[in-house]
């Protein structure tokens, strides 16, 4: 339990029975749109029932067993997401994108037996499988829910275009169409009495304290984790963020564009729980990366809420027809995952008239920790924390520092994970025994309660004595004009000293690396300024934009331990 002064944050009944009401309640209401193709509320609650049908009795899986989904944002997603939770499941949300050393460390992490695949993904599965646990496979195809003659064009586009392979190419495995037929056979010996009669036994069966889902961290730090959230974890964050916002929340039938993947936890959080149980439309958008295609599907409709992070926002600002769209119904317009640059903002308030709410979270506390609001805006802040949220800021020695001090941020309240999957020495290194969660980011809170992200712990450099936070270099180059994406990381020369290195990818060939530096000079402290610069035509980047820095990093290494050993 978890109070605000007198006032108690009750977390009833768990994510099935709380999207089950809200299938009932907007029955008739679009809950997701996907090239073309509505799914009102109701559907989405039968689908999902003949799948989680074929679930619980077309396979070997039981109740507590791992269901991993590697799907893109297909109206399949939200369906298997309800599916996999209603079988009395635990879902592992999976990258369509992953390696096969990635894909099969999660799996073999989690200990999932089943999959429900992408077709374009399948065959990266296919050659780990025997490493793996996974019995059980659905494979699905981007149309599969369409009508039969637009199914049959978009597949050959995809195929021809996009260069996936068609659920044909996989013969042994089962079809999602398939499994949904079945299941529906499954349920169809049962009268309507008998059918929800078992629902609500597997329902009631499950607490609120149990396992929802696993949400693999991003493994910037090392090998990703599984976060163990639990079904009051999600549901206590839906509940914090909609008392934050208040007035603020658009009622049912307000639009959502969701861009970025389903699979990682800022949109599953969202476009799938807060949206759904707010009885919202989302507008599922396959592949942000075209830019142009996107920009057309926002002209299709009356935005109300768009979910975004710093690269997307850049992309569409600086596309020629974005200002062409028309944002007069946008109210809410979010910004997480990683720091929103201060011009990008400020040229999306210019074009859509919306200003971006920033907020922090984790994977560990699903996700969401603190986010500005439209009541109290805060400029160059994240804003206050969520109700029920506290926050401390503490030195190297886990001592709690004053306001306005910078130390690494914790964080308690009822969103924190229970720990993470199989991993107790992880687990204790960062969750005390009074439910702090250590962060590793770099913060400081005013006197006001408002919080301030400085970095992350372990990019800080320290030069001479002096702490240097590498994202307020990034800013400050990322706002020079010709810059397209920069990165600042430690590294060391021969003596051992760290020194400021800049990575920059150019967006003008004529950008020149001393005007660059000469720019910084004005900007930034002495210290602070690169002593090594690098142009690139690229940057590793993870599935929702973010730089790898951890992938650099480990390039930089190896690189030097090849120098060294010509030496």
Excluded at 305 to 317: A, V
Excluded at 507 to 522: F, G, M, Q, S, V
Excluded at 533 to 562: A, D, M
Aim: glycine fraction near 6%; hydrophobic fraction near 40%; proline fraction near 4%.
């Amino acid at each position: 339990m978890f109070f605000r002064g007198e006032q108690l944050l009750e977390v009833n009944g768990n994510i099935i029975s709380q999207l089950s009401d809200a299938c009932e309640k907007y029955a008739e209401k679009k809950a997701y749109t996907s090239l073309g193709r509505d799914l009102r509320y109701r559907e989405l609650n039968e689908l999902s029932d003949y799948l989680a049908a074929y679930l619980r009795h077309h396979t070997a899986l039981k109740t507590g067993d791992r269901v991993a989904i590697q799907l893109p944002n297909i109206l399949q997603y939200p369906i298997a997401v309800f599916a996999v939770l209603k079988a009395g499941m635990i879902i592992v949300n999976t990258n369509p994108e992953y390696s096969e050393d990635e894909l099969k460390h999660q799996l073999k992490d989690s200990g999932a037996k089943a999959l429900i695949v992408f077709s374009a993904c399948a065959k990266t599965f296919l050659n780990i499988q025997e490493q793996t646990f996974v019995e059980e496979v659905i494979v699905t195809n981007i149309a599969d829910l369409h009508p039969p003659l637009k199914r049959s064009v978009i597949h050959t586009l995809a195929r021809v275009v996009g260069g996936y392979h068609s659920c044909l190419e996989f013969p042994a495995l089962q079809k999602y169409r398939k499994a949904l037929t079945l299941g529906k056979q499954s349920l169809d010996k049962y009268d309507l009495k008998q059918a929800r009669s078992i629902q609500n036994s597997i329902q009631n069966s499950i607490q609120n304290d149990e396992v929802a889902i696993l949400q693999y961290t991003g493994g910037t730090t090392g090998l990703s984790k599984g976060s163990m959230l639990a079904h009051r974890n999600l549901l206590a964050n839906f509940l914090q963020l909609k008392m934050h916002l208040g007035e603020g929340c658009p009622e049912a039938g307000a639009i959502v564009v969701a861009p970025l993947p389903l699979y990682h936890v800022y949109a599953f959080t969202v476009n799938i729980l807060f949206s759904l149980m707010m009885g919202y439309h989302n507008i599922l958008i396959v592949n942000p990366r075209f830019i142009s295609l996107f920009i057309r599907d926002l002209k299709s409709h009356k935005v109300n809420i768009f979910c975004g992070i710093n690269p997307l926002f850049k992309k569409l600002c600086e596309h020629p027809e974005f200002t062409k769209v028309d944002f007069s119904e946008l109210k809410i317009c979010t910004s997480g995952g990683m720091p929103l640059a201060k011009d990008i903002a400020e040229r999306w308030n210019e074009v859509t008239g919306c200003r971006i709410l920033e907020g922090y979270g984790m994977t560990e506390t699903s996700p969401l920790v603190a986010c500005n609001n439209y009541q109290d805006y805060q400029i160059d802040s994240i804003g206050k924390a969520l109700p029920f949220t506290e926050l401390k800021i503490i030195d190297e020695h886990g001592n709690a520092l004053a306001q306005g001090s910078e130390g690494e941020l914790c964080v308690r309240g009822p969103q924190v994970m229970l720990g993470y999957w199989k991993q107790v020495v992880e687990t204790v290194a960062v969750l005390d025994k009074e439910g702090w969660l250590r962060t590793g980011d770099i913060a400081s809170i005013d006197a006001n309660g408002n919080l301030k992200i400085i970095d992350r712990l372990k990019d800080m450099i320290i030069i001479s004595g002096f702490n240097v936070y590498p994202v307020e270099i990034e800013n400050v180059v990322s706002a020079y004009s010709g810059v397209k994406d920069a990165v600042v990381i430690g590294v060391k020369n021969a003596e051992g000293v760290e020194q400021v290195k800049l990575i920059v990818v150019p967006d003008n060939p004529l950008l020149d690396k001393t005007a660059l530096l000469n720019y910084c000079r004005r900007k930034l402290a002495a210290y602070k300024i690169p002593k090594i610069v690098e142009f690139r035509t690229s940057l590793p980047l993870s599935n929702v934009g973010k730089i790898l820095k951890r992938k650099l990093q480990t390039e930089l290494t190896e690189s030097q331990k090849s120098v060294d050993l010509k030496r």
